[in-house]
């Protein structure tokens, strides 16, 4: 079994589009400051901070852009897949889902820990801390005729035992979400966990 376009891009997408916003905030906050201080060489002429600011400004606004054309181009290309062979609305589902399932996965246990000075640290459980980082990876892609959800496997034994325990809970999940479709138990294959739904 392998991954679709979707799956294989969805993270790039998600983080791509987290750094374009972080990036269009930086470029608008970074032109407002080097129209603020350009009045600086009024007042000191041989100051070169105006122009590091100016430059600053350029290069985040061509970084944006980049990412931002990066994003456009990924997204476009399974738009238009979904256009001719499936439909758009299933793509919306599959981002809304695929958030959903994982904030649905994961999971919280804070522990404290004791410190040299008495007061205690809290932290999060390392091994809780390791399914979470897998669970986050994980991405449901709905199409026409099958729905498939990837989980990646976390990489030690308990957090793989959590995993384990959780399989009926997950398969409830995905097929209250998607009443349509009939699934399967998951099947492991390398580093990967996957649900397989079929159309009723």
């Known amino acids: 079994m392998t ?7 969805f ?10 916003l972080l990036g269009f905030f930086i470029t608008l906050i970074s032109g407002v400051f080097t129209e603020k201080i350009g009045t600086l060489t009024k007042i000191a ?11 600053f400004h350029k290069l ?5 852009l980049l990412l931002f054309l990066s994003l456009v181009i ?20 599959s981002i809304f ?25 809290v932290s999060i459980n390392p091994i809780y801390h390791d399914f979470n980082k897998a669970i986050k990876k994980s991405v449901v892609d709905i199409s026409n005729n099958e729905v498939l959800m990837f989980i990646k496997v976390p990489h030690s034994q308990q957090a793989q035992k ?9 398969k ?21 966990l996957w649900f397989t739904g079929t159309k009723r």
């Open 162 to 170: 959590i995993l384990k325990d959780m399989e009926e809970l997950l």
């Open 3 to 9: 991954k679709t376009y979707f799956m294989k891009t």
């Open 74 to 93: 990924l997204a476009t290309v399974e738009i238009v897949t979904r256009i001719a062979q499936d439909f758009m609305s299933n793509y919306w589902n």
């Open 45 to 55: 002429p041989l100051s070169k901070i105006p122009i590091y600011f100016k430059d």
């Open 97 to 121: 889902l695929t958030l959903k399932f994982r904030r649905f996965g994961v999971q919280s246990e804070r522990i404290k820990r004791s410190t040299t000075d008495n007061q205690g640290k």
């Open 172 to 192: 409830e999940e995905i097929s209250s979400q998607n009443p349509d479709y009939y699934f399967s138990k998951p099947e492991r294959i390398k580093n990967g």
């Open 60 to 64: 985040s606004l061509m970084v944006t």
């Open 11 to 20: 993270n790039i997408n998600l983080n791509l589009f987290l750094l374009s």
